[in-house]
């Protein structure tokens, strides 16, 4: 290696050294809220996973794989917890009506987002609220106006008095370890249209706004907490922000806990997911799409429809090819050349060399087809009996087809016998198995 390359390796070193120092003694950590279990950056959760572990030991605690329709399905049990952590819960009706289930049994479902399920508000007090409320033009005016407290701290407190701080916790909002404003909601946001009665306050910030309340239904409760970064990592490492974290969770019972983290959207999708339940629960009961679906044979014509539309998109998406052309069908000239050499040596009356091409080619065929070496046959009876077993043919007509290697071989060959050994080959081939 030249001295040039010596040098090059020399300064990557060196570069990959440097580099690997200045990252340990200033690390980058993502600032984004994604709320993931295993992830230990600051926002998100893998400490309070950890904490629900260790601090009911005597709990089981359960990580769901399903959607929540299908984990809770059949269950019959009561005194257990369903946790969900994250900006918001994506629950259809499937899923809402199963949350009602498990809850009446006598189970407690808590949700803390900043985005909670509309319709789960909706059918647990169904009588108070308003079904005709009509969305903004702009669906973010809803929760800009209602539900969004702007500010990079809050003072977070539980009501409960054998719970509640005589100094209210502080939250600070920071991205890159510097303080940053930012949105905190509050239950006013989802449950602005419906003012259930049930509803009962936990806890604040800034002293007024809800964050934390309980509403019981059935045998058991739903808790709702509207500001899940207060229990990602970065807080939690804060022994009062862990405190206040611990008298929030010690509302569970004390049966298992489901942990779900296959529920979970981003803000953005959730308000728009309650956005789209607002005017889905407003539409015209006499439109034609309306009546259309009311329909069955009509829905399902609806549906083959898009369907077919969907496929079409598939297909007709795909890069047109050009056309492949037919090439003609390979011929096998094998025969017809040894039709051309046989008249040349026909007509120059040569029958040994006539002889010798034709048997010459009679062990090519014996030895593709019945995998038998043609250079035994005269002097090895067991190959000769080998081929008159695998070929089927008579065993007189082989071993004069054979007989004829000796005579090439001493030229005791005339005309007739060109005839008669082309008479015996025809009989072989046609015969042959």
């Not at 309070?48 to 794989?65: A, G, H």
Request: hydrophobic share 40%.
């Amino acid at each position: 290696m030249s001295r040039n390359g010596y040098l090059l390796i020399v300064v990557f070193v060196i570069l990959t050294t440097v580099f690997a120092i200045w990252n340990h003694l200033n690390p980058h950590f993502d600032w984004q809220e994604r709320y993931q279990d295993g992830n230990k950056e600051p926002y998100n959760t893998f400490v309070i996973t950890e904490l629900l572990k260790r601090s009911y030991p005597n709990q089981r605690f359960e990580v769901l794989s399903k959607r929540i329709h299908q984990a809770f399905k059949d269950s019959t049990q009561t005194d257990a917890n369903y946790v969900f952590v994250g900006q918001a819960v994506y629950a259809d009706s499937a899923d809402v009506a199963q949350w009602l289930r498990f809850v009446a049994q006598g189970n407690t479902v808590f949700l803390a987002a900043n985005v909670l399920p509309q319709e789960l508000f909706e059918k647990i007090d169904p009588e108070n609220c308003d079904t005709t409320f009509q969305l903004p033009l702009n669906p973010w005016n809803l929760f800009e106006q209602n539900g969004l407290y702007q500010d990079s701290l809050v003072h977070v407190n539980l009501s409960h008095p054998q719970l509640h701080e005589n100094k209210a916790i502080t939250y600070k909002y920071v991205v890159e370890n510097k303080p940053q404003s930012t949105q905190w909601h509050y239950l006013d946001s989802i449950t602005s249209q419906c003012k259930t009665r049930h509803l009962t306050t936990l806890g604040t910030f800034q002293n007024k706004y809800v964050n934390f309340a309980k509403i019981k239904y059935g045998k058991g409760n739903f808790y709702f907490h509207n500001n899940p970064i207060l229990f990602t990592n970065y807080f939690l490492l804060d022994s009062n922000h862990l405190r206040y974290t611990s008298k929030v969770f010690g509302h569970l019972t004390q049966g298992t806990i489901y942990w779900d983290p296959t529920s979970r959207l981003p803000d953005a999708a959730g308000q728009k997911m309650n956005d789209w339940f607002g005017k889905h629960r407003q539409f015209d009961k006499n439109s034609p799409l309306q009546y259309i679906l009311s329909q069955p044979p009509l829905a399902w014509a609806w549906y083959l429809f898009l369907a077919g539309i969907f496929l079409y998109m598939i297909f007709a998406a795909k890069r047109i090819q050009r056309l492949i052309p037919v090439l003609p069908l390979k011929t096998n000239d094998s025969l017809a050349f040894i039709k051309t050499v046989g008249r040349l040596y026909f007509v120059q009356n040569d029958s040994v060399k006539l002889c010798s091409e034709m048997l010459r080619y009679f062990q090519i065929f014996v030895r593709e087809k019945y995998r038998i070496s043609e250079q035994l046959f005269v002097k090895n009876a067991p190959a000769q009996a080998a081929l008159i077993a695998k070929s089927g043919v008579d065993a007189q007509i082989v071993q004069t087809i054979l007989g004829f290697e000796r005579r090439i071989d001493n030229r005791n060959i005339i005309e007739s016998d060109a005839v008669e050994l082309y008479g015996l080959l025809k009989i072989f081939y046609k015969n042959c198995k």
